[in-house]
């Protein structure tokens, strides 16, 4: 085969720009033992390209079993309704709360506005007690 041609395979083989038949065409040239001496390092290459594909490894590999997550999953999700029971019941004792202290400010309020008004009758009526008595002191 022409030197020349080899060369451009060469350098197609480098780009990654080469067929199969153009690849095969190199590994024949490279493995036939007649190789240009400026073309020796890639003899190399493809005579280790050769020797290489009949290894094979035959020890067993021995894989671990993955872990279901699943199983962790369900717990995740059955411990977050707990605690998302357990926040209602506590957020609904809370608004109850709220709610009483609530109640209890608005009855203070009442009271404390109706205690005022009473205090003020309470003086009213005793203002007319001594005007009574006055009259009745005049009178008698």
């Known amino acids: 085969m022409e030197l020349a041609n080899i060369e451009k395979l060469v350098e197609k083989y480098e780009n990654a720009e080469t067929s199969l038949q153009e690849e095969t065409t190199l590994r024949n040239y490279f493995t036939g033992g007649n190789v240009a001496p400026h073309l020796q390092e890639y003899e190399y290459m493809f005579n280790y390209f050769a020797t290489s594909k009949d290894e094979t490894y035959t020890k067993t590999i021995e894989l671990e079993p993955k872990k279901s997550k699943k199983r ?20 609904q ?48």
């Open 72 to 91: 962790n999953l369900k717990w995740l999700s059955v411990a977050a309704s707990v605690v998302l029971l357990f926040s209602v019941f506590i957020g």
């Open 93 to 140: 004792q809370e608004y109850k709360r709220y709610q009483a202290k609530k109640q209890f400010e608005q009855i203070s309020k009442g009271l404390m506005l109706l205690s005022s008004n009473l205090q003020k009758g309470e003086q009213a009526v005793a203002t007319l007690y001594t005007y009574e008595d006055t009259v009745k002191k005049i009178l008698k």
